[in-house]
C-alpha cells in the first residue's frame, strides 16, 4: 500500500493550485465570451449605422418630394381660384344681372295686371 505524507502548507498549496486552474478555465471561456459578444455588439452597430445613414437619405428624398408636392398644389389653388373668379365674372356676373332685369321685367307686367284687375 501506497501512503502519501502532506504537510498542511503541501495541502493547501495544492488546493491553491487546482483552484488557479480552473479559475483559470473559467476566466479563459469568460474571456472568449466576452470577445463574441463584442463582436456581435460591433456588427450590430455597423448595421445600426448603415440603417441610420440609408433613413436620413430617404428622409432627404421624402422632404423634397413632400415640397414639390406642396409647391405644384399651391399652383393648383391660385389656378381654381383664377378660374373660380373667371367663372364668377364671365357667367355669373352676367346671369345673375340678366335674371335682375328679368325680374324687374317681370315685376312691371304683374303691377299692370293688378292694377288692371283693381
Do not use: C
Amino acid at each position: 500500500m501506497i501512503t502519501l505524507n502532506f504537510s498542511l502548507w503541501e495541502l493547501a498549496l495544492l488546493l491553491v493550485g487546482v483552484a488557479f486552474v480552473f479559475g483559470t478555465v473559467y476566466l479563459v471561456k469568460l474571456f472568449k465570451s466576452l470577445a463574441a459578444t463584442f463582436d456581435t455588439t460591433t456588427k450590430l452597430l455597423e448595421e445600426n449605422r448603415l440603417a441610420l445613414h440609408s433613413i436620413m437619405e430617404n428622409t432627404d428624398d421624402i422632404t423634397k418630394s413632400t415640397a414639390q408636392i406642396a409647391d405644384k398644389s399651391n399652383l393648383m389653388v391660385d389656378e381654381v381660384e383664377l378660374a373660380f373668379n373667371t367663372i364668377k365674372q364671365d357667367v355669373i356676373d352676367p346671369v345673375v344681372k340678366a335674371a335682375s332685369i328679368l325680374k324687374r321685367g317681370l315685376g312691371v307686367f304683374q303691377t299692370r295686371n293688378r292694377k288692371d284687375k283693381v
